[in-house]
């Protein structure tokens, strides 16, 4: 099969009014086409000092919305779980977690696999660069304790664990995990359960994309996987492990100001999927961290992965909750999480914290209303 590349052309830039990105030499301006939004609210700092915050995962309560929680990732220290107010329910010091996924539902059973066993349960999954594998917990919703549930950790065989994702095939019902290394590299595993609570795993495929990778995030309804080259672009491959990986689309491409750039400016960090709370796999949107000039992208769900806009998050002087600068991870659902969340909620690391008085803190993480950057960039 022929590989065909949608490339996308950048549009004009200005000076962009926020601190100087974290990349020695990279650009400091934005898409003449930039909105602004603010966060709604922030998460408590991270124990980590430096650059120590990294990635979200959200998991919604369907029962109870406004008990959802968020599960991210401290990489000097472990996991941490927040509730909506920014409150930590749970942590742990598991090791230098980098990435983390969550899904929800994965039947796991006992009793030998007896099917009226078979227990709906919350999958976490995290890279552990102390331990150089891949940590899988299962999340208790009423208490956000997160419990190892494999019969013995994945090893990733890389020398430096970094992002992650999971993928849940609308095919066959089956779970994987994708994890990469900062040498480009990026591997499959199927996790399956072992009939006695646990969960086993086999390694499914391992290539390249080319040069430092993070940012991950798939697509369970439409089968695809989305894998940002920080110094390149973003790539979307099939995520079934039978599909090529030398078959892949790109979606947009660094170099925002050049003549050939597309709208991101490196490094490409955190990925993140809006999918329709109905269900509908043609609707929804793909966002990415252009972490160079602390900017959002987002682009059409479907192909050809139409560029729709691109949003800074600035301070909010209401509340007191400073801007978003240096971003790393990011993950965004649809579901309504209560009047503060009526069209779901975007989570971004703030890779520059800072007190009201301006004083720097420790790094944490952000919440913004979905619906003002719906708002703000004219989205369906």
């Not at 890389?158 to 992650?164: A, C, N």
């Not at 591997?187 to 040069?211: A, C, E, H, K, M």
């Not at 690391?349 to 007190?355: A, C, K, L, Y």
Request: overall charge negative; hydrophobic content about 35%.
């Amino acid at each position: 099969m022929t590989l065909r590349l949608f490339y996308v052309l950048s549009s004009a830039i200005v000076a962009l009014p926020l601190a100087a990105c974290g990349n020695e030499g990279g650009p400091t301006s934005v898409s003449s086409d930039a909105v602004s939004v603010v966060p709604t609210a922030e998460t408590v700092p991270v124990a980590g000092d430096k650059d120590a915050a990294d990635d979200p995962a959200i998991w919604v309560d369907s029962d109870d919305p406004t008990k959802s929680l968020i599960i991210a990732t401290d990489k000097k220290t472990g996991l941490i779980v927040y509730d909506l107010s920014g409150a930590i329910v749970y942590q742990n010091s598991d090791g230098r977690m980098n990435n983390v996924d969550v899904r929800a539902g994965y039947p796991i059973t006992t009793d030998n696999g007896n099917p009226d066993t078979a227990t709906p349960t919350i999958i976490v999954a995290a890279t552990n660069r102390t331990s150089k594998t891949i940590a899988v917990y299962a999340l208790n919703p009423s208490t956000g304790v997160l419990s190892d549930i494999m019969v013995e950790p994945i090893p990733s065989n890389m020398d430096d664990p970094y992002g992650l994702c999971l993928y849940r095939s609308a095919v066959n019902g089956k779970l994987y995990v994708y994890a990469n290394d900062k040498d480009g590299t990026v591997s499959q595993w199927q996790l399956y359960d072992n009939g006695i609570g646990q969960l086993r795993y086999t390694i499914q495929r391992i290539w390249t994309v080319g040069s430092q990778t993070e940012g991950c995030v798939a697509d369970d309804a439409n089968g695809v996987v989305y894998i940002g080259e920080e110094n390149a672009g973003v790539w979307r491959y099939g995520a079934e492990p039978k599909d090529s990986f030398n078959e892949r689309t790109s979606v947009d491409k660094t170099g925002l100001g050049n003549a050939r750039g597309g709208h991101l400016s490196a490094d490409v960090e955190g990925l993140a999927l809006y999918a329709d709370t109905n269900g509908n796999p043609d609707a929804g949107y793909l966002i990415a961290s252009s972490q160079g000039n602390h900017t959002f992208v987002v682009y059409d769900r479907v192909l050809p992965h139409a560029y729709r806009g691109t949003f800074q998050i600035g301070e909010n002087e209401s509340n007191g909750t400073d801007g978003v600068q240096d971003t790393d991870g990011i993950d965004v659902i649809s579901a309504p999480l209560g009047p503060a969340y009526p069209a779901g909620l975007l989570v971004v690391q703030d890779g520059e914290n800072t007190d009201p008085d301006g004083s720097k803190v420790n790094q944490n993480f952000k919440l913004v209303s979905w619906a003002d950057v719906a708002e703000a960039l004219n989205l369906d």
